[in-house]
């Protein structure tokens, strides 16, 4: 299952054709109120890279020093990038290949690289070692795959003692060696000094989820292919879960969002909604003349309709249902950052993607209430986000 890597590659490689297209899903008509809106620093564009994971945590943390009220900083994804590929391959011959092996990753990711080897400002690691004006790993990827796929088969009947220079090598060749030692304005850092400097500890921060096939208010790694580091979240039933999105937005801090972007209800154009598939919500006062279609043509006919639609109203049951049957996957990370309403009062989630600005809102998605609640996999939040009474529930301070 590798729906992240397909939605963050094809998705942003792909995005240019896609909003060129007839939108499946009309939005001329929306018009949204902003409600509450966080700083975040400027979109930028992952291209073709399946590496949102690290655009958006890393967009999060950009986030959190500005509510910090520290000045704006650009961090480098492809730092991020090197050491959890490289971190990656270790665990892959470690597992004997049990293990997924592919561009797309976690917020768990960025956080354990941010504590264990620092960080670098992008100017000092953008990554574009290869002749490209912008991220494209299809060569990169194809390669590291093939090489660690190489080494467990263990041609030699014993692993080399250079299989991991040779691995790191080719990690030097695309995107550039890792910086030991940079300036900024006269001063000296390391990774590590520049990330004590920015001033963010990863223990003031928290993953979240909500699935009822394991314990709530008890902390598992999510089941999902690229959690490969095994990080584990905590986990709310969805009435708390909601509290928290609602909760942090309204008292200024962003949000690192995990989710399925891969439903028709996630628009190429910046709107992402969750449509109830009802016959009587089909556009029109005469019903009886739509009795007859298919399911296919009905869900077409509601997602083609202009304008805000009656959304699933989502429970438990239902989150769970979608994960189970592989309907709601680890496909996107983004950045949540303010809410707003629609025309009708319908509230919404607004969000920070990865694939540039050409789109209808310059980078930016409005995600209904309904589809963030069905469909995230998870979302990382600073502790002080988090309702004090849940925070106890979880045993965190």
């Known amino acids: 299952m590798n729906k992240l890597l397909l939605s963050c590659i094809l998705a942003s490689f792909t995005f240019s054709a896609f909003a060129a297209e007839k939108e499946?899903?009309?939005v001329d008509t929306f018009q949204f109120t902003i409600v509450k809106e966080n700083k975040i620093t400027p979109v930028k564009n992952q291209a073709s890279s399946g590496t949102c994971w690290s655009f958006s945590g890393l967009g999060f943390?950009?986030?959190e020093l500005l509510r910090m009220g520290k000045p704006e900083v650009d961090l480098s994804e492809m730092f991020v990038v090197y050491h959890s590929y490289s971190d990656k391959a270790d665990k892959y011959v470690r597992t004997n290949g049990h293990i997924n092996f592919a561009a797309g990753g976690s917020f768990h990711d960025v956080m354990y690289v941010l504590k264990n080897y620092g960080i670098?400002?992008?100017q000092q690691m953008n990554g574009l070692n290869y002749g490209e004006e912008n991220h494209r790993h299809g060569e990169l990827d194809a390669l590291t795959e093939s090489y660690v796929k190489t080494v467990v088969r263990n041609p030699n009947r014993k692993l080399s003692t250079a299989w991991k220079a040779g691995f790191d090598g080719i990690l030097d060749a695309y995107l550039g060696k890792l910086p030991t030692e940079f300036s900024i304005d006269g001063k000296n850092y390391s990774p590590q000094t520049y990330a004590q400097w920015l001033g963010?500890?990863?223990d003031d921060y928290i993953s979240l989820t909500s699935f009822n096939h394991q314990p709530f208010y008890t902390k598992f790694a999510i089941e999902i292919p690229d959690n490969w580091r095994w990080?584990?979240?905590y986990n709310l039933p969805l009435d708390e879960f909601a509290k928290v999105f609602e909760n942090a937005v309204n008292k200024g801090f962003s949000i690192a969002w995990g989710s399925d972007v891969s439903e028709?209800?996630?628009t190429r154009n910046g709107v992402a909604v969750n449509p109830e598939l009802k016959k009587e919500n089909l556009p029109g006062s005469d019903q009886a003349r739509w009795l007859n279609i298919s399911q296919k043509e009905m869900e077409a006919k509601i997602l083609a309709a202009k304008g805000p639609q009656p959304e699933v109203k989502v429970s438990q049951e239902l989150r769970q249902e979608g994960f189970d049957n592989y309907q709601t996957t680890d496909d996107h990370g983004m950045v949540i950052y303010g809410s707003a309403r629609d025309q009708n009062g319908g509230?919404?989630?607004?969000?920070?993607n990865s694939w540039g600005t050409d789109s209808k809102y310059k980078g930016i998605?409005?995600?209904?209430?309904?589809?963030?609640?069905?469909?995230?996999?998870?979302?990382v939040v600073h502790k002080d986000a988090v309702p004090k009474d849940i925070l106890k529930k979880l045993g965190q301070k």
């Open 24 to 26: 499946t899903a009309a």
């Open 61 to 63: 943390f950009e986030a």
């Open 120 to 122: 670098v400002p992008e």
């Open 200 to 202: 963010l500890n990863m």
């Open 231 to 233: 990080g584990e979240s």
């Open 264 to 266: 028709k209800g996630f």
């Open 347 to 352: 509230k919404y989630y607004m969000v920070k």
């Open 365 to 379: 998605w409005y995600a209904s209430e309904s589809f963030v609640l069905h469909k995230t996999i998870n979302i």
